[in-house]
């Protein structure tokens, strides 16, 4: 059983940044694709980034240029670097696996989230203008 654990969230004014960590545990011999996805009030869950297990990345059109992914596959841990953050960014921010063996092709991606099996707590994002 796969355990996300994200950290890094808090309030921000408009024009800052923060860094999103998500730390995977509990899995051996396998690897793992992973999104970032978030969800304000009253809205849809929507996808930010997602990066496969040979490092292939995909972005929302609405963080790109600012938002960057990364993972540390000797850590575990998983990344999201936030920039020139702005109020619309404020909501819930989650990160996603799905687990696939060594040999295996990622199916998870921010468009196919459906895929991702395991889901963490999240992290709240606020930014104030």
């Known amino acids: 059983q796969v355990q996300l654990v994200e950290s890094g969230g808090g309030s921000v004014q408009a024009g800052g940044s923060l860094r999103l960590s998500c730390a995977a545990s509990?899995?051996?011999?396998?690897?793992?694709?992973m999104g970032w996805f978030r969800q304000a009030p009253g809205k849809e869950r929507e996808g930010v980034a997602s990066?496969?297990?040979?490092?292939?990345?995909m972005y929302a059109d609405f963080v790109k240029g600012r938002f960057t992914i990364s993972k540390d596959d000797a850590k575990d841990t998983l990344y999201l670097q936030m920039n020139s953050l702005k109020p619309e960014d404020t909501a819930m921010y989650s990160c996603?696996?799905?687990?696939?063996?060594?040999?295996?092709?990622?199916?998870?991606?921010?468009?196919?989230?459906?895929?991702?099996?395991?889901w963490g707590q999240g992290t709240q994002v606020t930014v104030s203008s």
């Open positions: 990066i496969d297990k040979d490092g292939g990345i």
């Open positions: 509990g899995y051996t011999y396998s690897r793992l694709c």
């Open positions: 996603a696996a799905e687990l696939i063996p060594s040999w295996g092709r990622c199916l998870a991606t921010i468009t196919r989230a459906h895929e991702y099996k395991y």
